[in-house]
């Protein structure tokens, strides 16, 4: 059975047949192209397929694309601005925070929407907003340094 999507990707309205079993993650993919964004675990527990759906952060895989009927949804690609990359973009290049890139799009979306919710986050609310994004390579201190760069301190309280 297909379902007829209407919904907001990246400030875009979309209206797509898909699958009624299809989840946001391969809706995003597999029928919008956008592959920024990353599947590996498929359980919910990596982090890595991270969008904002109505501007908070969820698991694009453990949610159905019928469930983002109306509704609006952020990817990675839609973070740069018009001019070039965002501030957390540039910062992540900056500091290293990027070495295999798999985590990178879901740690880019994770903290935007930290910053999007609080633009200048202590230390431990900038790590509890990344908790649920594993990263393999960097062991954390290059995303914290670049999430922190992005809000401006000085440094982390
Ligand atoms: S792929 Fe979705 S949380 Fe890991
Ligand atoms: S940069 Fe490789 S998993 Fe994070």
């Not at 009624?20 to 498929?42: E, I, M, P, Q, V």
């Amino acid at each position: 059975m297909n379902w007829h999507l209407e919904c907001t990707v990246n400030g875009e309205p979309v209206r797509r047949e898909v699958p009624a079993a299809c989840t946001l993650l391969d809706f995003l993919r597999d029928h919008l192209g956008l592959t920024g964004t990353k599947g590996a675990c498929l359980e919910g527990e990596c982090g890595s397929c991270t969008v904002l759906l109505d501007g908070q952060p969820v698991c694009s895989c453990l949610v159905l694309a019928a469930q983002v009927q109306g509704r609006e949804v952020r990817t990675v690609e839609g973070l740069a601005r018009e001019a070039g990359l965002s501030v957390l973009q540039e910062k992540f290049i900056e500091t290293g925070a990027a070495q295999c890139g798999y985590c990178t799009p879901g740690l880019l979306v994770a903290g935007q929407a930290l910053l999007d919710e609080d633009p200048r986050p202590d230390s431990r609310e900038l790590r509890t907003g990344l908790e649920g994004n594993l990263c393999r390579c960097t062991g954390y201190t290059s995303v914290v340094e670049a999430v922190r760069l992005a809000s401006g301190k000085k440094e982390l309280e």
